[in-house]
């Protein structure tokens, strides 16, 4: 018996792989529904497999999901390698009715190769969690471009990191820093927390917040997202 598509599709363009799985934003809106009260959105960019292990390169990964049911409403992904097992792994997960935070829980086969210990999958569904559990909120990709003088980007990559790129006007503080230094970071501001890919800054942000800090922010996928769509900067 037919039971419907879910739109997965992949498509190499030059060095890049970009997939696609049932719905995107634009499809939802156009459907009348709203991020925040109808649906919600995880961004991050992992390497496609362990780091340290050569060869290791950024796939970006977006979920959306209901907020209704957590069910998972569609996914792109765009990576130069592993982007094919990821978007497979998801529609089979999207096929069974699986819940965005289903996703942590899943096995995957692991070698240094393959895949990190936490694969990217896994990841989008810790994520899911923490934002269903107000313990992470994503700033907007274009958020920096946009930010006025409420607004403190706050980089918490080492310094050497910091010599590569730094976002013009941003405050660096080192993730092993920040608590001796928390009276450099104002209150009363939006403060939108930058790293590598978004795990220090998630780690950043919790800081912030027990410190009492309420308006805080995770930028998603980190310097690395940042830099990847923001071709002018990066070039």
Known sequence: AYKGTQGAAIVK???????????????????????????????????????YYPGAKMVVLKMLFSLSDRRILGAQIVGREGVDKRIDTL??????????????????AYAPP??????????LGFAAENLLAGRLTLADWDAPDHAGPDTLLLDVREVAECNVYMLPGA??????????????????KEIIVFCRIGVRAHTASMMLQHHGYDNVKVYPGGMQFYLATHQEVST
């Open 91 to 108: 529609s089979v997960a999207m096929r069974l009715g699986a819940k965005a935070t289903d996703l942590g829980s899943l096995e995957m």
């Open 13 to 51: 363009v030059f060095n890049l792989d970009a997939a696609t799985l049932g719905h995107n934003e634009k499809m939802l809106a156009r459907q009348g529904l709203v991020r925040g009260q109808d649906y919600e959105t995880i961004t991050i960019a992992q390497d496609n497999h362990a780091r």
């Open 114 to 123: 393959y895949s990190s210990a936490k694969d990217p999958v896994n990841m």
């Open 171 to 188: 405050l660096n503080i080192p993730l092993g820093e920040l608590r001796g230094r928390l009276d450099e970071v104002p209150r009363g």
